[in-house]
């Protein structure tokens, strides 16, 4: 006890050496002094949290519209577009759908939905109501969702264009799923990041899978510490999530454990906000996998450069297994 104690006294009179200028830092003392101290936290309560927050995930992922239920992506061409399932549509639903649900057109940025040969199936609805002839809302925060039973389908701007989304909440991969993989929870990588804000933030351009740009703001970059490297990651901000802050990254355990493309973290904002330096909590126990992970009909985003970590982070979501 009592070494350990001197060891701490000798430890904290040479950093406060080093800060008055009476010797030169070595590079041990300046990491030590330029590593933000861990934000306190009770470990019980905090596994308690992780745990509730993976099993609303697991709700999330396995939900009669979760990602499990998406069947289809198909893009739709100028002019008329047929959707049903019978096999002479120009999109065809590979689900238990009626032959014939509808032509949806496109007409520079209009996209109409009109009633096929006799007219719309029984039961199809728009946003809740029986089925109308008419323009659709494509994209933004409520876009028009065509029901039938179980199957929706919605149509979405993608790079300039539009793309039908088509779910079934009978879909064969949400009625064989069997739960999330994830590492054991570790606090070692809750993490404590400085903030340091950009002046002013600039748009990123965000790579998708399927070959389009998102352009979105990046307000700063989030800096911390693992094994005694000092890595960067630099967040985005989501139309209609000006609270949240989106990391898209991938480290080394996509060569083995985690899936290959990309895994996600969403924090809250800095402790002093986005415009000022600050601290950051970074718990990569919360990493989760994009909706690529479990379906080839969706369109995610892919880790910008700056992004790709030369580390392991064996914390957070891991390979689903299909």
Request: proline share 9%; glycine share 10%.
């Amino acid at each position: 006890m009592i070494v350990r104690n001197a060891c701490r006294c000798v430890f904290a009179l040479a950093l406060l050496a080093a800060a008055c200028g009476w010797l030169e830092p070595t590079p041990a003392l300046a990491q030590a002094a330029s590593a933000p101290a861990p934000m306190t936290v009770d470990a019980a309560q905090w596994r308690q949290d992780l745990a509730a927050w993976r099993a609303q995930r697991e709700r999330e992922i396995d939900a009669p519209d979760g990602w499990l239920t998406l069947v289809g992506l198909d893009w739709l061409k100028p002019g008329i577009n047929s959707v049903g399932a019978a096999a002479d549509n120009h999109i065809q639903v590979r689900s238990q759908a009626p032959d014939h649900i509808g032509l949806l057109t496109v007409s520079g940025k209009t996209v109409q939905l009109l009633a096929p040969g006799g007219g719309f199936p029984p039961e199809l609805t728009i946003d809740g109501k029986p089925a109308r002839e008419g323009a659709i809302t494509v994209g933004g925060a409520k876009p028009s969702i065509m029901a039938w039973r179980g199957l929706t389908l919605v149509v979405l701007e993608r790079g300039g264009r539009y793309v039908l989304r088509i779910k079934d909440a009978n879909s064969p991969t949400r009625t064989g799923f069997h739960g999330l993989n994830w590492y054991a929870p570790d606090l070692d990588y809750r993490l404590t990041a400085k903030w340091i804000p950009f002046t002013p933030p600039h748009i990123e351009k965000i790579p998708t899978v399927i070959g389009t740009t998102l352009d979105l703001p990046a307000p700063g970059i989030a800096e911390f510490m693992i094994g005694g490297a000092t890595l960067r990651l630099e967040p985005v901000i989501e139309a209609g999530e000006a609270n949240v802050l989106f990391f898209i990254l991938r480290d080394q355990t996509s060569q083995t454990t985690t899936y290959q493309a990309a895994r996600f973290l969403h924090t809250g904002l800095p402790d002093h906000g986005l415009g000022q330096p600050g601290l950051l909590t970074l718990d990569f126990n919360r990493l989760e996998n994009p909706p690529c992970a479990y379906t080839p009909y969706a369109t995610c985003p892919l880790p910008p450069d700056q992004n790709r970590l030369p580390v392991t982070l064996e914390a957070g979501e891991q390979r689903y297994a299909h």
